[in-house]
């Protein structure tokens, strides 16, 4: 099976071309694929099948072989793929995914593509959707204890749930710790993505985020869009901010007027091989 490697700010998923591969166990492959000492080594697979109602489907699987429903970094590496590959020449393309169809953007630059621009929808904020177990209108700035200690929490789905909480310093976090208490809280029904922010002014953030079904990661791009939307909920920041990742950095803006959330950033291929 040929497979492709890529990467958007750090967020790294292997690919497979569905139109000309066929995978059995996507699930399986997943786990396998993803181990960084017997396998690939990536944050999850990602599929680029065909779709009965946009350009491409995407179909993607967590570390652990879960399923999930939108990844905004692995999404802009799919309209890399398809533009640089030949399996379209349109610079302004469609993705199905479980969470609807995005609409991408691509920049390209000496006949490839540099970045991609993702149109990432509305912001989720309603409990229920997210879903967070918490009877609340809105989940803003609302007071938690998670491992005997206060977060305040603001929750957002972007196709995928989300926990934002701030702090001065996310450099000496122990992540590994704290993540998975948020991750399998019996609040969220379906574990949750949590983002460690950190507010440098109006205009840029810092970011940490423990995602859910694969630990820590580089860069999470639906993570860096609930933490725009609960940054500029909270009075942080402003319409449209950058976020400064471990793995690189994201452009987000909240068209408040339209309720879409638009996401900017850079995508790469690091190499090709085949898995046996």
């Given at each position: 099976?040929?497979?492709?490697?890529?990467?958007?700010?750090?967020?790294?998923?292997?690919?497979?071309?569905?139109f000309?591969?066929?995978?059995?166990n996507?699930?399986?492959?997943?786990?396998?694929?993803?181990?960084?000492?017997?396998?690939?080594?990536?944050?999850?697979?990602i599929?680029?099948?065909?779709?009965?109602?946009?350009?491409?489907?995407?179909?993607?699987?967590?570390?652990?072989?879960?399923?999930?429903?939108?990844?905004?970094?692995?999404?802009?590496?799919?309209?890399?793929?398809?533009?640089?590959?030949?399996l379209?020449d349109?610079?302004?393309?469609?993705?199905?995914?479980?969470?609807?169809?995005?609409?991408?953007?691509?920049?390209?630059?000496?006949g490839?593509?540099?970045?991609?621009r993702?149109?990432?929808?509305?912001?989720?904020?309603?409990?229920?959707?997210?879903?967070?177990?918490?009877?609340?209108?809105?989940?803003?700035?609302?007071?938690?204890?998670?491992?005997?200690?206060?977060?305040?929490?603001?929750?957002?789905?972007?196709?995928?749930?989300?926990?934002?909480?701030?702090?001065?310093?996310?450099?000496?976090?122990?992540?590994?710790?704290?993540?998975?208490?948020?991750?399998?809280?019996?609040?969220?029904?379906?574990?949750?993505?949590?983002?460690?922010?950190?507010?440098?002014?109006?205009?840029?953030?810092?970011?940490?985020?423990?995602?859910?079904?694969s630990?820590?990661?580089?860069?999470?791009?639906?993570?860096?869009?609930?933490?725009?939307?609960?940054?500029?909920?909270?009075?942080?920041?402003?319409?449209?901010?950058?976020?400064?990742?471990?793995?690189?950095?994201?452009?987000?803006?909240?068209?408040?007027?339209?309720?879409?959330?638009?996401?900017?950033?850079?995508?790469?291929?690091?190499?090709?091989?085949?898995?046996?």
């Amino acid at each position: 099976m040929e497979f492709t490697k890529m990467q958007g700010a750090g967020n790294d998923y292997v690919y497979v071309d569905c139109f000309k591969e066929k995978v059995v166990n996507p699930s399986e492959l997943s786990r396998r694929i993803s181990d960084r000492h017997f396998g690939v080594g990536s944050d999850g697979l990602i599929l680029i099948k065909p779709s009965d109602r946009a350009d491409f489907y995407m179909e993607m699987y967590n570390a652990d072989g879960s399923e999930g429903k939108m990844c905004g970094n692995g999404i802009r590496c799919v309209g890399k793929y398809v533009y640089d590959n030949g399996l379209t020449d349109k610079t302004e393309i469609s993705v199905d995914t479980l969470s609807g169809v995005k609409y991408l953007k691509l920049n390209v630059v000496d006949g490839k593509v540099d970045t991609v621009r993702v149109d990432m929808g509305a912001p989720i904020l309603t409990p229920r959707e997210i879903p967070v177990n918490i009877a609340e209108d809105i989940v803003k700035d609302y007071p938690v204890t998670i491992g005997e200690k206060t977060y305040r929490i603001t929750c957002v789905s972007m196709g995928n749930p989300h926990c934002v909480t701030y702090m001065d310093d996310v450099d000496n976090l122990k992540i590994e710790d704290i993540g998975p208490l948020f991750e399998k809280n019996e609040m969220f029904p379906e574990q949750v993505n949590t983002e460690f922010v950190r507010v440098i002014d109006r205009d840029n953030l810092q970011m940490r985020v423990w995602e859910r079904g694969s630990g820590e990661t580089l860069a999470c791009g639906t993570g860096t869009c609930a933490a725009a939307v609960a940054s500029i909920l909270n009075g942080y920041c402003n319409d449209t901010v950058k976020v400064k990742l471990s793995g690189g950095e994201l452009k987000i803006t909240w068209d408040r007027e339209k309720n879409i959330i638009y996401m900017e950033g850079p995508a790469r291929t690091v190499f090709t091989g085949n898995w046996d």
